[in-house]
């Protein structure tokens, strides 16, 4: 992954969406932000979500995370690692029989929300990283993660890119947190349309900030069955959540 084709293939796409000069204020501001978040204050803020990492002898944290790959979250999506309560209480709503899923996270970061899907009885656990650094520290999490409360051993980490994954024809529970911009979020979704279409099933979306809602509520065949302002829930055709959270 270059810092150089990213920051190219960003310029030129952001040229076509807004022009030269609000691509150019928006280059500025994410290169200001980018320097401010490298002080020493802010980076120990970062630790702010290390509890995890200290209670399962992990590295999921967002603090350690290198100058390069932080720079280039600035252009694709920044690594954030999903909080643990709040990803129980998304998973904990669905009321399904999890071993009949699959579970897929779209941009899995150093893989931590598939360490915590590993507590529940999925069939298998899948997570696409775009950035090849994360990518091996999501590997090294997965063969390090021991944990008494385990209940999914089948857990793969890929990389690559979320708007070239190829859903498995299998009940799914997809996970996204914000890993994408609109166009991108767009193509993946018409992706798993094509793939429901092709092969009905019962499929989940669990969309942790929500900020590009308007992507799903065009969906012809995802309805929101349910959420809070920190997350929706989507699902194929006859799905429904017994409980509202
Ligand atoms: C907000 S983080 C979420 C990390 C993880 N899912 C979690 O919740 O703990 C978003 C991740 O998406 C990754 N990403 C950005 N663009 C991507 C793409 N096109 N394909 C796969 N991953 C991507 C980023 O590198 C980042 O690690």
Redesign the pocket.
Known sequence: MSLGRTLRQWWHEGLGREGCLRTLRRLVAALWEFARESMPEQRRRRYGDVEYDWDHRVD?TSATVGWR?RL??KF???????EPALFREMLESLKIDFSEFTFV??????G??LLMAADFPFRRIV?????PG?HRVAQGNISKYKSDSQRCFAVEAVC????EFAFPPEPTVL?L????PEA?LVEVVARLEQSLGENPRPVYVLY?NPLLESVFSSSTLLRKIGGTQQYSIYASGGMRLERLP
């Not at 996270?105 to 150093?110: A, M, R, T, V, Y």
């Not at 997570?127 to 950035?131: D, F, I």
């Not at 947190?177 to 994408?180: E, G, I, R, T, V």
């Open positions: 999921t790959d280039l979250g694709l999506s920044p690594y954030q690692a999903t996270d779209l941009g899995s970061g150093k931590r929300v997570g696409v990283e775009l950035l994360l690559g890119d979320a708007r996970y947190f914000n890993p994408l991108g942790h």
